[in-house]
T-cell receptor
């Protein structure tokens, strides 16, 4: 049972570099999400995709872009990384937009130096 | 917008019962969820309350009072493996997604 798979698990970037975080789910879920988690801040929503072909901003979208490539895949791109984007990034999915049970990936630990 | 308040840390001993509270403010309300996270790993779903009252799942129970904008997670017969962070989350009409609280770290000691 793969569930939600994120790559890479760890990454170190220099300020100004770009990178794409990949996320794929094999549960045929319609909705997918990207969260970031910082110490003491809980999980904050960056972007979400309610269904294939749609994306919307969450609470903290600045500095990020997303692509819902198909129903399975939802990627997060940092065009010009900044130290403030050092965080743990979690991808999640749920059957629908209103489903309260979300399934999370193992996270990507990103450090921007 | 929406905001959720929960204690930052709770400590208890093995075998005890612990309650983690969550108060929320939202523009409209669909339900309150609870998630568990071990050591920065993937959060996992524990329970969901849409209506007032208590929902029981094994050693874990969750309660909701919509009139008080309040809920709690009750963990019974605590085990060392219950040491983790616990997050409450709401889905409201403003955001069609889950908004999480900052989390409560539960430390279970022998």
């Amino acid at each position: 049972n793969a569930g939600v798979t994120q790559t890479p698990k760890f990454q170190v970037l220099k300020t100004g570099q770009s990178m794409t975080l990949q996320c794929a789910q094999d549960m045929n879920h319609n909705s997918m999400y990207w969260y970031r988690q910082d110490p003491g801040m809980g999980l904050r929503l960056i972007y979400y995709s309610a269904s294939e072909g749609t994306t919307d901003k969450g609470e903290v979208p600045n500095g990020y872009n997303v692509s819902r490539l198909n129903k399975r895949e939802f990627s997060l791109r940092l065009e010009s990384a900044a130290p403030s984007q050092t965080s743990v990034y979690f991808c999640a999915s749920s059957e629908g937009q209103l489903n309260t049970e979300a399934f999370f990936g193992q996270g990507t630990r990103l450090t921007v130096v | 917008g929406q905001s959720l308040e929960q204690p930052s840390e709770v400590t208890a001993v093995e075998g005890a019962i612990v309650q983690i509270n969550c108060t929320y403010q939202t523009s409209g309300f669909y339900g309150l969820s609870w998630y568990q996270q071990h050591d920065g790993g993937a959060p996992t779903f524990l329970s969901y309350n849409a209506l007032d009252g208590l929902e029981e799942t094994g050693r874990f129970s969750s309660f909701l009072s919509r009139s008080d904008s309040y809920g709690y997670l009750l963990l019974q017969e605590l085990q060392m493996k219950d040491s983790a962070s616990y997050f409450c989350a709401v889905r409201d009409k403003g955001y069609s997604t889950l908004t999480f609280g900052k989390g409560t770290m539960l430390l279970v000691s022998p």
